[in-house]
């Protein structure tokens, strides 16, 4: 797949800014680079086309499950942008993830999450509720 | 403090614990204002962005690109550092010109308060089935995009497994993107339009990341299923929005997401008198956030619906600054007043009215126009003299603009009418 997308120009959306330049991103010998972008409003989006092209990458936000706070998931972020294509397999390591409240914002909850050299972090701080546990409690009993 | 009518009584209120009534409350204590309560009628504070769990927001006021919660908690942590009053689980009933309010929760019971200023904060609603009128049985498996991302991100529920969703807005595409990473199928996403509703980075990273396919110009026009959804017929539309009979095809589905819309919430306002704007549906307001009631203020999506929260929170800081000025006498009531007036392509433009004694150095209109634009001109005219253009290489209806001007153009001439206009080029 890759290979084809190299030798065809491609049109990409820029998600850097709400401008959402619709910019086209070829292969180009003669450019340092390696490649020549053209339709793009500004620098930003030059270096966001030839990475999304050889290397596309994302932040992934999710949630995981969690323990006597007041709500039952606590949202997560990837502190920094992970490649798309392990998305999906983040995904499942996340999703076996169990934590416990109290839980400050920031905290790493998964480090060098599938050896991406990035940690999944607390995007929020979550308080024990008292009345969660109480009625965790009366149920286990 | 107790007044001698045994109501109690602060010198601000803010209704609603958003980020706009986060940020009005912080703003009037930094400007003075002495005792500030914040009522919340939901269990904590943040509003609508503790579920907004994506990132993307605090790119202008913290350069820094955080999710809806981490916005939150900054202001809150804010909050309570400056020890302002917050009433949670509390929901405002009522609202009289008086600046008197009625509210209830369950350790005071009903109660009556009453402040010298009151910020309106209480943000938007989806707009839901019964404002686009699908006709059909009313199964279970309908949601607004907004009430699945609360399902989901915080309460931790899949809605469903086979989704279609109706609408393209901002939140819809991002719920599109969020249902398929919890391995729900998104079968296709409709637009009446010939564009989508929200930005096109959310269609690149929430539809064409994941292949969810998009149609243009398609609805829906009938729900199937008996209990739970189990289909919805969709058709394509014409130039007015309206099916095209003929063209319906079938999507077996188990349910179907409205993603259509949000209206600001204005009962409160319009029972205490409020006047309104037909176009936003929020308050008429002025510079200052200031409404047609003397004292009471409005900020946020209860004002105008809002894409980035950032411009919230300024606003926001207008209006707590405002009411800390009027608390302290200094906020001016009288002198030359100018009015904003949407030209061509403009649909409406926020702050209404502009009383030019009050403005800080600069002045920030927004608005939104009406269709796509690209390589166009927002051209600004006081009166009939052209004070600024703003080349704009594209324009969206569901992109707010903003034009910042110098004060100083205005406070040197005698202005009555300050009108935007959308300039198409070469014209
Ligand atoms: C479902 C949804 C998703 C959104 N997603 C995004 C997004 O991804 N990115 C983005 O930039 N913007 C998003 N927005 C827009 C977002 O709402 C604004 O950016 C911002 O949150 C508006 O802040 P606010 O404080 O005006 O309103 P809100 O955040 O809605 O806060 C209003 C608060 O007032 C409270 N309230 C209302 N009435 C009463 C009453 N009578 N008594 C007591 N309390 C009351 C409510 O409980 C609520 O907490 C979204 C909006 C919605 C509805
Ligand atoms: S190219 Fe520049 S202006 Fe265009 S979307 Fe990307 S960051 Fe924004």
Redesign the pocket.
């Known amino acids: 797949m890759r290979s084809e997308s190299e030798s065809k120009a491609k049109e990409i959306i820029c998600i850097i800014c709400p401008v959402g330049c619709r910019i086209i991103v070829k292969r180009d010998k003669n450019s340092s680079s390696g490649y020549s972008v053209s339709g793009n409003e500004c620098k930003k989006g030059e270096a966001y086309g030839i990475e999304e092209l050889t290397n596309p990458t994302r932040v992934l936000t999710t949630t995981v499950k969690i323990e006597g706070a007041l709500y039952n998931r606590l949202p997560v972020r990837t502190d920094g942008a992970i490649p798309k294509d392990k998305i999906f397999a983040c995904m499942k390591v996340i999703n076996r993830i169990e934590v416990k409240a109290p839980v400050k914002v920031g905290k790493v909850i998964i480090e060098n999450i599938l050896d991406t050299g990035i940690h999944l972090i607390a995007s929020r701080s979550m308080l024990r509720s008292m009345l969660r546990s109480m009625l965790r409690s009366i149920k286990a009993s | 403090m107790k007044g001698s009518d045994g109501v109690k009584g602060y010198d601000v209120a803010v209704?609603?614990?958003?980020?706009?009534?986060?940020a009005a409350a912080i703003e009037s204590k930094k400007h003075g204002a002495g005792s500030i309560c914040v009522?919340?009628?939901?269990r904590e504070?943040?509003?609508?962005?503790q579920?907004?769990i994506?990132n993307?927001?605090g790119l202008h006021i913290f350069k820094e690109d955080l999710t809806?919660p981490e916005y939150a908690e900054r202001f809150i942590d804010e909050l309570k550092e400056l020890e302002i009053t917050c009433k949670l689980d509390?929901?405002?009933?009522e609202l009289s010109a008086d600046r008197h309010m009625d509210?209830i929760n369950t350790y005071d019971g009903f109660m009556r308060i009453k402040a010298e200023a009151i910020i309106l904060?209480?943000?938007?609603?989806?707009r839901t089935r019964g404002a686009i009128n699908i006709p059909g049985t009313r199964p279970a498996g309908v949601f607004?995009?907004?009430t699945a991302?609360?399902f989901i991100n915080m309460e931790g529920c899949l809605v469903g497994r086979k989704i279609v969703m109706l609408g393209t807005g901002?939140?819809g595409l991002?719920m599109a993107r969020r249902l398929t990473l919890e391995g729900a199928e998104v079968k296709v996403v409709l637009a009446r339009r010939g564009y989508p509703g929200g930005l096109m980075r959310n269609v690149a990273q929430c539809l064409y990341d994941y292949n969810i396919p998009l149609l243009l110009h398609h609805t829906v026009v009938k729900i199937m299923g008996k209990e739970r959804v189990t289909g919805v017929l969709i058709a394509r539309t014409d130039e007015e929005r309206k099916p095209i009979p003929g063209t319906e095809e079938l999507y077996d589905c188990d349910t179907l997401l409205l993603s259509v819309g949000?209206i600001p919430?204005n009962e409160?306002s319009r029972e205490a008198g409020v006047k309104l704007d037909p176009v936003t549906g929020g308050p008429v307001v002025d510079e200052s956030m200031g409404t047609s009631i003397r004292g009471i203020f409005a900020?946020?999506?209860?004002v105008h619906?809002?894409?980035?929260?950032d411009y919230?929170t300024d606003e926001?800081r207008r209006a707590g600054r405002s009411a800390a000025k009027f608390v302290q006498k200094s906020l001016k009531e009288e002198g030359l007043l100018i009015k904003t007036k949407p030209g061509d392509g403009i649909r409406y433009i926020v702050p209404n009215l502009i009383r030019v004694d009050n403005l800080d150095d600069t002045l920030e209109l927004f608005m939104r126009v009406s269709e796509i634009y690209r390589n166009a001109r927002l051209m600004v005219k006081a009166d009939d003299v052209v004070i600024r253009k703003v080349k704009k290489m594209q324009m969206a209806p569901g992109e707010m603009e903003r034009i910042r001007l110098d004060s100083k153009i205005l406070k040197d001439r005698e202005v009555s009418v300050l009108s935007v206009k959308v300039e198409k080029e070469g014209t």
């Open positions: 209704i609603g614990g958003g980020p706009a009534g986060l009522i919340e009628r939901d504070l943040g509003g609508i962005l579920q907004c994506h993307g927001f809806g509390t929901m405002v009933l509210i904060a209480m943000g938007c609603r989806e607004t995009a907004g991302q609360r901002d939140i991002i949000l919430e409160l900020c946020g999506n209860v619906v809002h894409d980035l929260v919230v926001s």
